[in-house]
């Protein structure tokens, strides 16, 4: 049986990470996101200091930070946003090979096209005003701050994607399943998931 992996991409707010441990829950499985920098770092003996500000951000071709520690798993010779992506995608073909499990975001879909591994790509997304406010109210941010922060963190993140797979971020004919949390609540998210899921395991 094919080991089958949960990919979830998402807009900032729209409640990713949270659908993403509610499916977790529901599935028992383990859930990665934000231990992917950790154990990027683990893996190239590197700092998390000098690569967690380059998490799922697109490299600047005219300003960039060189590295100068890690194993040699690290090519010296990329920027450091290139160096943690790799690191990443080692980490997530490790855990890929190892069980099932939910991924966040880090283009775990794409890096694990080309394994022999069942891959279940979601994107997760919601109405700006609507992910604003959640941000808001999560973060005790105000209006103006949190205006910027969601849409820098988004153009950020879809440069990222799209940078290193050559798909469109958040386009229906990147991701095997597309939901709007501004219509669905998280719970109906996660089950539709965990169906889809249910329905892979059975059929491999």
């Not at 990470?17 to 893996?43: F, N, P, Q, S």
């Not at 500000?53 to 520690?69: G, Q, S």
């Not at 820098?152 to 095997?176: L, M, P």
Request: glycine share 8%; proline share 3%.
């Amino acid at each position: 049986m094919r080991n089958t992996i949960i990919c979830i991409g998402r807009q900032f707010g729209s409640g990713g990470h949270e659908i993403a441990l509610r499916t977790g829950t529901k599935t028992g499985l383990k859930v990665y996101d934000e231990e992917m920098i950790t154990l990027a770092c683990g893996k190239g003996e590197v700092r998390e200091e000098i690569l967690r500000p380059e998490d799922e951000r697109p490299v600047n071709p005219f300003l960039f930070r060189t590295m100068h520690e890690g194993n040699e798993k690290v090519n010296r010779t990329k920027p450091a946003g290139d160096v943690l992506f790799d690191l990443q995608s080692m980490v997530i073909k490790d855990l890929a090979k190892a069980g099932d499990c939910i991924i966040v975001g880090r283009c775990a879909d794409v890096v694990l096209k080309q394994e022999e591994i069942d891959v279940l790509s979601v994107f997760i997304q919601a109405p700006f005003d609507q992910r604003v406010k959640r941000k808001m109210e999560l973060e005790n941010l105000p209006l103006g701050k949190t205006v910027k922060l969601v849409t820098r963190t988004d153009r950020h993140r879809k440069k990222y994607y799209e940078s290193h797979t050559g798909n469109e971020w958040g386009a229906g004919s990147t991701y095997d399943l597309l939901f709007d949390t501004g219509t669905m609540t998280f719970d109906e998210v996660a089950d539709q998931i965990v169906t889809e899921y249910r329905k892979r395991k059975a059929a491999c």
